[in-house]
């Protein structure tokens, strides 16, 4: 049972565009959501997250909005740059879980020059 | 210096045997995990501990067993290596139980023949 799902498996933007990642769920006890950026031969690294009581986060030229009615999140990075070319993973958890995250099967981004 | 690194990155051995991944953390955090990445990307938490006690055991075979010597090092030994066991496996680390945002090691890529 997915219940974190990326349904975009890869992604290609011009440099300085925006690049939108796409990320649907579908446990309505989930809520907190994050972002995790992936380069190969490496672990993930924590990129961004929101709680379920905010619809919108914003750090730098990443932003997550969150829209609960449609249990849907999106990660906009703008301006897209050639270093953030990497698999883009979201993940959810839900109070009282501890720290295990959900995590979808991730989105790879290909900047182009 | 490797905040949460894990040997050997690479393992290729033979079904039916026995092996360990390695996992240590310098940031001082209080909690560390075990997730395995398979062949269909899908990222999923195994075990985590917090302070040395188990805190999370997934549906995880009874041939899986984690060890955590002290709260630096969480390792993972493997008995009975079958082929479905071929994955990435990830270490990672949070601050307390509690910490949705994990860092994570490089992986170990377990190849079973």
């Known amino acids: 049972d997915q219940q974190v799902k990326q349904n975009s498996p890869s992604l290609s933007v011009q440099e300085g565009r925006i690049s939108i990642l796409n990320c649907d769920y579908t446990n309505s006890m989930f809520d907190y959501f994050l972002w995790y950026k992936k380069y190969p031969a490496e672990g993930p690294t924590f990129l961004i997250s929101i709680s379920s009581i905010k619809d919108k986060n914003e750090d730098g030229r990443f932003t997550v909005f969150l829209n609960k009615s449609a249990k849907h999140l999106s990660l906009h990075i703008v301006p897209s740059q050639p270093g953030d070319s990497a698999v883009y993973f979201c993940a959810a958890s839900a109070t009282g879980t501890a720290s295990k995250l959900t995590f979808g099967t991730g989105t790879r981004l290909q900047v182009t020059l | 210096d490797t905040a949460v690194s894990q040997t050997p990155k690479y393992l290729v051995t033979q079904m039916g045997n026995d092996k360990s991944i390695k996992c240590e953390q310098n940031l001082g955090h209080d909690t560390m995990y075990w997730y395995k990445q398979d062949s269909k990307k899908f990222l999923k938490i195994m075990f985590s501990?917090?302070?040395?006690?188990?805190?999370i055991n997934e549906t995880v075979p009874n041939r899986f067993s984690p060890k955590s010597p002290d709260k630096a090092h969480l390792n993972l030994h493997i008995n009975s290596l079958e082929l479905g066991d071929s994955a990435v496996y990830f270490c990672a680390s949070s601050p307390f139980q509690w910490g949705r945002e994990l860092f994570f090691g490089e992986g170990s890529r377990l190849t079973v023949l």
């Open positions: 501990y917090n302070n040395k006690e188990l805190i």
